[in-house]
């Protein structure tokens, strides 16, 4: 039995000195790393973003229809209506380079051989309803999730809040 114990205590002993150097944490629990940019590429925004024609941080429906409009034309090089697999292809690889991994394919939803206006403007028309949420037809940088501009000299008119009249989470009162 004797033996056994010591033959134990010598295994152990072994064992606790192969693992004797202080384990490093994981990357992402490193204080001294530099945390990843999710938006290095603009993120899902950037989408909507370009079309801001008047480049005030502000994008109208207006601007993105005109945008998506002038966009798909540029693309039907046929006039037809319709962007041949080719042109698709082509497209989706300018997107995937551009914008990486939040970059959104044309897809021919309806199979139909071939991508409309409907099948080209579809994500970009579903992201801006999705962030437009109090349906005013604009989409402002808060609402894209961005900083906003520098306020103008427009702006010091404005009048100010009125203190303690806040909402929960600092949000504006309930209506």
């Known amino acids: 039995m004797k033996p056994r114990l010591v033959l134990t205590a010598c295994v152990l002993g072994l064992l606790a000195g192969c693992g004797g150097g202080q384990r490093q944490p994981p990357p992402w629990m490193r204080p001294a790393e530099k945390l990843r940019d999710e938006n ?18 502000t994008l109208t429906r207006q601007e993105l229809i005109a945008g998506l409009k002038a966009e798909f034309a540029a693309h039907d090089v046929k006039h037809n209506g319709c962007l041949t697999d080719d042109q ?37 028309y579903s992201l801006f309803d999705q962030l437009d949420r109090n349906r005013d037809g604009k989409l402002t940088a808060q609402e894209m999730g961005q900083r906003p501009a520098a306020k103008s000299d427009d702006d010091a008119d404005q ?17």
């Open 88 to 124: 698709v292809d082509q497209i989706n690889q300018d997107r995937v380079d551009a914008d990486q991994s939040t970059a959104t394919p044309l897809v021919d939803w309806n199979q139909d051989g071939c991508i409309d206006y409907t099948e080209f403007s579809a994500a970009p």
């Open 40 to 57: 290095y590429h603009g993120g899902p925004v950037s989408m909507l973003t370009r079309y801001d024609a008047d480049h005030d941080g």
């Open 159 to 175: 009048p100010a809040e009125e203190p303690g009249r806040r909402g929960r989470r600092g949000g504006p009162p309930p209506q």
